[in-house]
């Protein structure tokens, strides 16, 4: 059974940082893309960031750039994200994702955790 556990979430202040984990088990996914979403209360789910089985390839959220960076660990079936500078507005849950294909759009990943709340408040 495949299962994806995010960690990392918890309250920041704006301008602060977090790194969020998610952990896949159940199987390897060396030939599968691993990103990450968000939905904020009351908004659709929006992509984050992708990244493929091999860490070369990376793709974010336009607005997203230069503040957020996805990496992961095919060893360990671990991917990360690094989100620096903070704003209120990146408060959300924030999923983990497995899909077949590096693409952004959420209908195209097969596996999904259970998210982890990521609040910026002062």
């Known amino acids: 059974q495949v299962q994806l556990v995010e960690s990392g979430g918890g309250l920041v202040q704006p301008g602060g940082s977090l790194r969020l984990s998610c952990a896949a088990s159940?199987?390897?996914?060396?030939?599968?893309?691993m990103g990450w979403f968000r939905q904020a209360p009351g908004k659709e789910r929006e992509f984050v960031a992708t990244?493929?089985?091999?860490?070369?390839?990376?793709y974010y959220a336009d607005s997203l750039k230069g503040r957020f960076t996805i990496s992961r660990d095919s060893a360990k079936n671990t991917v990360y994200l690094q989100m620096n500078s903070l704003k209120p507005e990146d408060t959300a849950v924030y999923y983990c994702?497995?899909?077949?294909?590096?693409?952004?759009?959420?209908?195209?990943?097969?596996?999904w955790g259970q998210g982890t709340q990521v609040t910026v408040s002062s």
């Open positions: 994702a497995i899909s077949r294909w590096l693409r952004t759009s959420a209908r195209l990943y097969d596996y």
């Open positions: 990244i493929g089985w091999s860490g070369v390839y990376k």
């Open positions: 159940g199987r390897t996914f060396n030939n599968y893309a």
